[in-house]
T-cell receptor, first 114, second 111 residues
């Protein structure tokens, strides 16, 4: 089974801090994604990557950046955390370019910015 | 762009009741269709999928049929259990597009 591991389940950070959310997948998937999940809004795509060192903006990239130095690892960076970035963050991966391939999700990181 | 509409709920049912969660979508081209489930405290996991018209996806007693003519992919289960309490997401995925997720439907099953 594919395993997508997010390094923290819960994080509490202060406004203005730089925050790193880490995600690792163990199935050699090419594609990796970062979503945030908020009540009533569903999942919104922040950034995605189809290959090492490649990154693409999703629907809500403002205030975020990403890094993919190795195929298995995709990091989400909040350059200067703000309270409106308090949310559940979900990492996902998928294989290849087929649109029949499902996403595999980690268990999420609940971030609180105070 | 692509979009999905599903009832937000919460949907509350008694154990062994029949479940339907409606999902309709708009998409360019011919998307694959997915249902994901999120149990409390966990990430989303694939429940079932269908990749072409009239295909039926099924898993754990859940079923959904790809209806191209009505652009729908309604989720059904004949007899729900307390353990089915979760949030359910319908997600079309078109060629060259990213997944589109709706707000999810929260299901509570009472014993």
């Amino acid at each position: 089974d594919v395993k997508v591991t997010q390094s923290s389940r819960y994080l509490v950070k202060r406004t203005g801090e730089k925050v790193f959310l880490e995600c690792v997948q163990d199935m050699d998937h090419e594609n990796m994604f970062w979503y945030r999940q908020d009540p009533g809004l569903g999942l919104r795509l922040i950034y995605f990557s189809y290959d090492v060192k490649m990154k693409e903006k999703g629907d809500i990239p403002e205030g975020y950046s990403v890094s993919r130095e190795k195929k298995e690892r995709f990091s989400l960076i909040l350059e200067s955390a703000s309270t409106n970035q308090t949310s559940m963050y979900l990492c996902a991966s998928s294989s290849g370019s087929s649109y029949n391939s499902p996403l595999h999700f980690g268990n999420g990181t609940r971030l609180t910015v105070t | 762009g692509d979009s999905v509409t599903q009832m937000e709920g919460p949907v509350t049912l008694s154990e062994e009741a029949f479940l339907t969660i409606n999902c309709t979508y708009t998409a360019t081209g011919y998307p694959s269709l997915f249902w994901y489930v999120q149990y409390p405290g966990e990430g989303l996991q694939l429940l079932l999928k269908a990749t072409k018209a009239d295909d039926k996806g099924s898993n754990k007693g859940f079923e959904a049929t790809y209806r191209k003519e009505t652009t729908s992919f309604h989720l059904e289960k004949g007899s729900v259990q307390v353990s089915d309490s979760a949030v359910y997401f319908c997600a079309p995925h078109g060629y060259g597009q990213n997944f589109v997720f709706g707000p999810g439907t929260r299901l509570s099953v009472l014993p």
